[in-house]
């Protein structure tokens, strides 16, 4: 057994020198938000997988791939807050800056010599699902089956099941391997009969045990609202955080001392602490995209209200009128939907004041052509009830103020958008829930 920091190091040499050789590599790659569960999700199975190496295995190497560029982990400052109780090296992590360049990446890294896991999501989007989404041999996922992956993957895993975190799903997937690697030390014996060196190695290992368990915890913590999310929690998630609480408490260091509560209050404060990034860098932040019968469609999750949003805009307008601050949103979100060549956009917003329970809102955007407009109102005739929506007016955002339904007048020479604002009463439906209405809503218009 070895820790992850050591792991991480290893395993982006070997990348190197398997791309270099065009040797055989397994991938195993979160989806394209790069939250904390599919970071974790990835560092887990990829370690798990690599220190007890299946026999029929594609390649005795796993690599966990952050799927975004390098840059973005500045904007992630919850992975910097986690890092250090893992000992982990942000510099270790490997992302889409080490692979080949997309120009050719197919050429260089050639879709024969690799295997891809999935986790956290399960079907290979974007450019890298252009070009190896055949190479799918494997997933462990928490939402909705999108049926990409084959039916077997053997000797993979195939796991598509409702969890509060896919995290609880790769411990329980690899729970008995992680028993197998910790047995030496559960079973040597009191500390005073071991020998200096003996002793040393039990004590590094419940040390690196406690590093993964923290690794995983935090994930799972932050994607149930610490286990309070009613309608998110699974048997699972409560299984694998009693489990990792279990090897925490037992690692003879600071196990007994270590405070629950805090550790998940610093990490989720390191998470909503986005006062200091630029707007289009709150909206990267934690983004999805689809494609569903060519409509691309985007959803940025964001952890402070729209009219936080709208301000981040503000900041960039030169001029304080009401009308000019509405111009600068506009813009903004024009922009970065002409940047991902968007047809539909969301921003989803969930967060908690001081004084006021947790809320959510949904801001819906599509470009200026009938189909799309079609979709938004598709959308809000048969999600409503089920997400609880009622129209709201955002200071700063132009919608719900130019028809008694809400919407942004079609073919607005000015705007060039359809949009919807909404208040989402029903707070426990994340975008986990909301995507697949958002694809069902495209899908009834194509049939």
């Known amino acids: 057994m070895s820790s992850i920091s050591l792991f991480l190091s290893s395993a982006k040499r070997g990348l190197r020198t398997a791309i270099e ?8 790659v979160g989806n394209e938000s790069a939250d904390l569960d599919s970071l974790t999700s ?12 299946l026999q029929q295995a ?57 295997c891809w896991i999935l986790v956290d999501h399960n079907k290979l ?17 928490h939402h909705k089956e999108e049926r990409s992956v084959p039916p077997n993957t053997d000797p993979e895993p195939r796991v598509v099941e409702k969890c509060g975190s ?6 329980r997937t690899f729970q008995s391997t992680w028993d197998a690697m910790s047995a030496p030390v559960i079973s040597s014996g009191p500390v005073e009969a071991q020998d200096s060196h003996a002793h040393e190695n039990a004590i590094a290992t419940k040390s690196w045990d406690a590093q993964i368990a923290k690794l995983a915890l935090a994930s799972i913590l932050i994607d149930t609202g ?98 000019a601050i509405t111009d600068a949103f506009d813009q903004a979100i024009e922009a ?41 109102r598709r959308f809000a005739a048969t999600a409503s009830e089920e997400l609880e929506l009622e129209p709201v007016h955002v200071p700063g955002i132009g919608a719900g103020e130019n028809g008694d339904d809400g919407f942004v007048a079609d073919g607005d020479e000015e705007l060039g958008m359809t949009r919807k604002v909404w208040s989402q009463k029903n707070i426990w439906k994340s975008r986990k829930k909301v995507s697949p209405l958002l694809i069902a809503a495209i899908r009834d218009l194509n049939t």
Not at 65 to 92: G, S, V, W
Not at 135 to 141: A, C, L
């Open 21 to 28: 050789q065009k040797q055989r590599v397994t991938i195993v």
């Open 42 to 53: 990835s560092i887990l199975y990829a370690y798990f997988r690599s220190l007890a190496p």
């Open 336 to 376: 970065f939907m002409q940047s991902k060549s968007l047809s539909f956009f969301a921003i989803m917003t969930g967060f908690q004041s001081p004084d006021q329970p947790f809320r959510r809102e949904l801001f819906l955007q599509a470009a200026n052509t009938s189909f799309a407009a079609g979709i938004l």
């Open 58 to 114: 594609f390649s005795s190497l796993y690599v966990p791939l952050l799927n975004i560029p390098k840059a973005d982990l500045r904007i992630r400052p919850e992975f910097t807050a986690l890092f250090r109780h893992a000992n982990i090296d942000a510099e270790n992590l490997i992302t889409l800056n080490d692979l080949p360049p997309f120009e050719r990446i197919e050429k260089v890294l050639k879709p024969a010599n690799t």
């Open 125 to 141: 989007q974007g450019a890298l699902g252009s070009i190896y989404r055949r190479r799918v041999r494997g997933v462990i996922d």
């Open 166 to 171: 896919c995290t609880s799903l790769v411990i």
């Open 226 to 323: 610490y286990m309070t999310a009613e309608d998110v929690v699974e048997a699972a998630d409560r299984e694998a955080v009693q489990h990792l609480i279990s090897i925490i408490r037992s690692f003879p260091g600071d196990g007994w001392t270590w405070d629950q509560k805090k550790f998940y209050e610093e990490i989720n404060n390191a998470k909503t602490a986005i006062e200091g990034l630029e707007f289009d860098e709150i909206l990267r932040k934690d983004y999805k995209e689809w494609t569903q019968d060519g409509t691309k469609v985007g959803i940025s999750s964001v952890v402070k209200p729209l009219e936080f949003v709208s301000g981040k805009a503000r900041q960039s307008s030169t001029s304080p009128t009401p009308s």
